[in-house]
């Protein structure tokens, strides 16, 4: 079992930056491949971006490409989300996922979730 807690969301301007965290705890995520997702207030829920359990390879969605970059320290068992030039269109509930397979837009929901953080950007 694998359980995830985000952190890092908060409020901010237009083209400012924010790094979202997500802790594993429970089983080393070293062998999961982790992603980000995200639900915008009317919308369903989205993929963001997904980074292999090796950390070599990645994947974005396309309104994200060039704006937010995800990384993994294994031996902190945490991901990030480094998100910069935010628009108000960014601004949704956060979740951070795990799966023992890479996370595509198109495969399956990952097995494990976090609860989610909120980040609002103001314009």
């Known amino acids: 079992q694998v359980q995830l807690v985000e952190s890092g969301g908060g409020l901010v301007q237009a083209a400012g930056s924010l790094r979202l965290s997500c802790a594993a705890s429970g089983r080393t995520i070293r062998t999961y491949a982790m992603g980000w997702f995200r639900q915008g207030p009317g919308k369903e829920r989205e993929f963001v971006a997904a980074i292999n359990w090796r950390g070599g390879s990645t994947d974005y969605a396309d309104s994200v490409k060039g704006r937010f970059t995800i990384s993994r320290d294994n031996a902190k068992n945490t991901v990030y989300l480094q998100m910069n030039s935010l628009k108000p269109e960014d601004t949704a509930v956060y979740y951070c996922?795990?799966?023992?397979?890479?996370?595509?837009?198109?495969?399956?929901?990952?097995?494990?979730w976090g609860q989610g953080t909120q980040v609002t950007v103001s314009s």
């Open positions: 996922a795990a799966d023992s397979t890479m996370i595509r837009p198109t495969t399956p929901p990952p097995r494990y």
